[in-house]
């Protein structure tokens, strides 16, 4: 079934309210000293197992500026009672140095309602913190850069919601995670890139909107009979890529596999040999392990595979997602010395989203 495309005009709205009110979580868990950086032996000693995970993709000379900050964040997440749940966008360091739980957006919101520590740091974008403060209203949700935006997030707000409900009534409107809490509040039910099939099929009807990614949308047109009505946004970073480079990939190189995100254009999708989420594309090179791989998204995710998969190649042609590169070491350090920067979510807004986001975490799968 083909997609619909309703026309659009760019979100000029905040984000959400949470991101006017960042408050000082810091009045109510205390002030700690802030660590000293110093590439002791013990720090050496400690950081060694982790160095083994990154060593494929950071120098050795580069070890001694990391290794300080990364064991100062691990013994500061113990004082804090804090968890790090980290997208895996996040760089090496990240991802293998100090997060609790890596995923793709569906499995941290999941773990977001699991976890027993008071307070959760977001490694990941914006809308990312949202969800966890979403389903933790009593929890602490900070993000190391408030700054850590989406160009889908950012494609569309509540306002245009109700816009398309008035014009479309009795059609329901799917959110992909990726947008704020305001949008989330407006929608029937949430959908990351890991479900979003089965969440459409779920609605028992012929006609969705789901919104605002187009080319997820129209990925997700192909693989199902319901039409899918969608929304102009796109990811900046999946749609720069074209089916003519993968084309040119196969030409060079014909053994090479390419798997890619699905928000990627529909014609690139089509010249890969698998598409899903950021965890899928993980498990999928692990499970088939092929000789050379192209992961047709961003540039993180083949560094922090390729420590699991020695004998895999990795061929890169990869783009950096500027919002996801927001967030480092020296600000997640920050984020424990300082608690900031917290997300706060509307509560009456926080309540509506809930629903969306529990309707689709509910989902039997
Ligand atoms: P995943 O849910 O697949 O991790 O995707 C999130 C995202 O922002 C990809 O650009
Ligand atoms: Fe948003 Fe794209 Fe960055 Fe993912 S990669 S956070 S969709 S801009």
Redesign the pocket.
Known sequence: MATTLISTHAGAEARCDARRGAALALDRFGAVERPELAYTPEVARETAPVYEKVRHIIPPIEWPALAPTIHAINRLKKERNAVILA??YMTPEIFHGVADVVG???QLAIEATRTDAEVIVQCGVHFMAETSKILNPSKTVLIPDMRAG?SLAESVTAADVRGLRERNPGVPIITY??TSAAVKAECDICC???NAVQVVESLGVDRVFLIPDKYLAANVARQTSVEVLTWDGA?E??ERFTAQELRDYRRIDPDVKIIA?P?CPPEVVAEADFAG???HMINWVKTRRPAKVMMIT?CSMADNVASETPEVEYIRPCNL?PHMKRITLSKILDALVEMKEEVLVDPDIAARARTAVERMINLKS
Do not use: I
Request: proline share 0%.
């Open positions: 997208h895996n793709d957006s569906l989406c995670v990726n990351t890139s890991s990811c970073v999946h995100h928000e989420s950021t965890a961003e997602c």
